[in-house]
């Protein structure tokens, strides 16, 4: 078998799949559904990069470069951009520089700029430094919760509760994230019912959204779809967003899956910034470009404009001494005929 | 476009491996003859129903398709298997069915200026000249597959009107062709896009005989599959490793990996009858023989746990 990952064929037993979800087969084959999706009009686009995706990039970044990189995505029409994290520079070297990240870049009134605070240390700070958003993060995998923040899913909780309760208290808004919400590098599959509980406690507690992540992206629409089955059961679709990993290549179908199920806002980073630090080599979050070329295609607004985030991917990488991981960047590249050709598509 | 109508997803999904043809025929480096015949019997040995062997084009035109004779000789024909050959005049029928092909492809095009860069005469000129190919098929019982290249846009023309691409793949069916792959050829498709696309070809095509042969090269071709399983087409084109990069784009990707596609069916509970570890295998050899990294997402991801 190689170095074909055991997790991942666990996850791709459609037989286990089936014994503890009957109804699926029928779902996807035998019932003749003929619902009429209607996409949304307008997608809301959460850019990650440079938290998320700098966090998970080997090269460190100068403070400057984060600056014009995140004043860069600023002038895209990007609605949230996800500017830094209040973690302790201990752990996250990469994120050691977020007050002076919150403090320098040019915030446009037209733009969100939250931050992640995994604890009430750090959500203090990042309030002390102007931030008007934050981010908790929990985990839909017990061993991930672990291995990750050395907690269970139930500490974690505990501990954003007080963050979400002060933020209410200071109208701060919160956005909840829950990792592995299609797969875990340690438990394989993860139930989705499990995913739901978790989602709903976030979204109980006060978070306005929360973003379901396929942090291994293992997902693949069949499993989308049965999470979100599953997870709009107690929260309201309006209040959900997916954040997908393009590790298996499959974001783009499943971020498909979730619109066609009435999700309307998709977490991505530009250039692709962001390997997967479970899978060595592997791509990790799907490309902000590669999004938008596809939600422009459908027709759906999004307020951005695809070339100036292409630029910002470009300087980026430029910065990071890196081949962009978006596919419409590398299209459009400068020796291509395609940046010539009559644009079909912008 | 605001709506999608959602049907069954098909039970099975036909993979139409291409990488032996149009995956190395876009390759820059020449690949031995035996490491070719390699390559195809590893695909047979996965589990992949039709393997696209060659092409019997003059090797003027194309240097990487010179040895399709000693190609078709020399694979280890799996029973069950289908190994289509391009043919694309009656020149090249006759010298496919002499070296033993039982299964040809024609390519026609949607776009008359890419029809006239590409094999310089119109799209009516070439399909006269398919015409000559599948009544000499019918006579000697060979299967012919049509292909119509720019149907979701052309590096020419821009914007393809899918009524056009209805056209020409009606009159490929009805030359005889037993089924259409609609090529995006440049990759620029989107879901909605497709989606008016596959409408508009059903109406003249039964959807049975249509298959979809998507590029990558914007990252489109998953949600682009995705979609046109939702409309209830059930056989996909797919290059092992993402073999072929797009001619038009320096650097840029062209076919979509097998192994990815493999890998959303399987994970959709469609079978294929492919081994994805055996296919990823077939896919790290023609890596290693062509000294490049895959294109293949799921090839690529190697969990360190």
């Not at chain 1, 993060?137 to 007080?162: M, V």
């Not at chain 2, 605001?2 to 291409?18: D, M």
Request: overall charge negative.
């Amino acid at each position: 078998m190689g170095n074909f990952p055991t997790t991942v064929k666990h996850c791709l037993s459609y037989e286990e799949l089936i014994q503890d979800y009957p109804w699926l087969a029928r779902w996807l084959q035998e019932e003749k559904l003929a619902l009429t999706h209607e996409y949304p009009e307008y997608v809301k686009i959460v850019e990650v990069g440079p938290r998320d995706g700098l966090q998970n990039e080997k090269e460190m970044v100068p403070t400057g470069v984060k600056i014009q990189l995140i004043d860069m995505l600023s002038e895209t029409g990007l609605p949230v951009i996800e500017a830094t994290s209040f973690v302790s520079s201990k752990w996250v070297p990469q994120m050691a520089d977020h007050t002076e990240v919150l403090q320098a870049i040019h915030r446009s009134s037209h733009v969100r700029y939250p931050v992640l605070t995994p604890n009430m240390h750090g959500f203090q700070d990042a309030v002390a430094a102007g931030a008007t958003e934050v981010a908790v993060f929990g985990s839909a995998s017990e061993t991930f919760s672990r291995k990750n923040i050395n907690c269970s899913i139930d500490e974690s909780i505990l501990r954003f509760e007080e963050v979400i309760c002060t933020a209410k208290q200071r109208q701060i808004p919160v956005r909840g994230y829950v990792s592995c919400a299609l797969g875990c590098p340690y438990e394989g599959p993860i139930e989705s019912t499990k995913v739901a509980e978790v989602v709903k406690r976030l979204y109980e507690l006060g978070c306005y959204e929360v973003s379901l992540g396929d942090t291994i992206g293992v997902g693949t629409p069949g499993s989308m779809a049965k999470m979100l089955h599953s997870v709009k059961k107690e929260v309201p679709s309006s209040a959900l967003a997916v954040h997908c990993h393009d590790t298996y290549g499959q974001a783009l179908a499943n971020i498909l899956t979730a619109l066609q199920m009435g999700i309307c806002t998709v977490d991505s980073s530009v250039a692709g910034l962001g390997g997967c630090p479970y899978a060595q080599g592997a791509s990790g979050n799907v490309s902000t470009e590669d999004v938008l070329y596809m939600l422009h295609g459908m027709g759906i607004k999004t307020g951005v404009d695809l070339s100036k985030v292409i630029e910002a991917g470009d300087f980026i990488c430029k910065a990071l001494n890196r081949k962009t991981n978006s596919k419409v960047a590398q299209a459009r590249g400068d020796n291509s005929m395609h940046c010539r050709m009559k644009k079909i598509n912008t | 476009l605001a709506t999608c109508t959602w049907k069954a997803l098909p039970q099975r999904v036909k993979i139409v491996e291409v990488g032996p043809r149009d995956g190395l025929q876009n390759e820059k480096t020449l690949v031995p003859t035996e490491v070719k015949i390699h390559l195809i019997d590893m695909l047979s040995e996965a589990g992949l129903p039709v393997i696209e062997a060659t092409s019997f084009v003059s090797p003027e035109w194309v240097p990487q398709m010179a040895d399709q004779v000693e190609v078709m000789k020399g694979i280890n024909r799996r029973p069950g298997v289908s190994y289509p050959v391009l043919t694309p005049n009656l020149k090249g029928f006759q010298a496919a069915v002499k070296a033993g092909a039982a299964e040809v492809a024609i390519f026609g095009a949607a776009s008359e200026l890419f029809s006239k860069k590409n094999i310089n005469c119109s799209v009516d000129e070439s399909l006269q000249r398919f015409e000559e190919v599948t009544k000499a098929a019918k006579e000697a019982g060979v299967r012919v597959r049509g292909y119509v290249s720019c149907v979701l846009g052309c590096p020419y023309e821009g914007q393809v009107s899918p009524d056009k691409v209805a056209q020409v793949a009606k009159r490929l069916y009805s030359m005889g062709c037993y089924e259409i792959s609609l090529g995006d050829t440049i990759g620029v498709g989107t879901p909605g896009g497709m989606a008016e696309l596959l409408e508009a070809v059903s109406r003249e095509v039964p959807v049975d005989a249509l298959a979809v042969h998507c590029h990558d090269t914007y990252g489109q071709a998953l949600a682009n599959i995705l979609i046109a399983l939702q409309m209830g087409i059930s056989v996909v084109d797919s290059s092992v490793a993402g073999l072929g990069g797009c001619p038009y784009a320096q650097g840029a990707s062209g076919n979509v990996a097998t192994e990815d596609v493999v890998y959303m069916l399987h994970g959709l509970g469609i079978q294929t009858g492919v081994d994805l570890p055996k296919l990823m295998d077939a896919g790290a050899f023609i890596c290693r023989s062509l000294n490049r990294k895959t294109s293949s997402k799921v090839a690529q991801a190697t969990c360190k746990l």
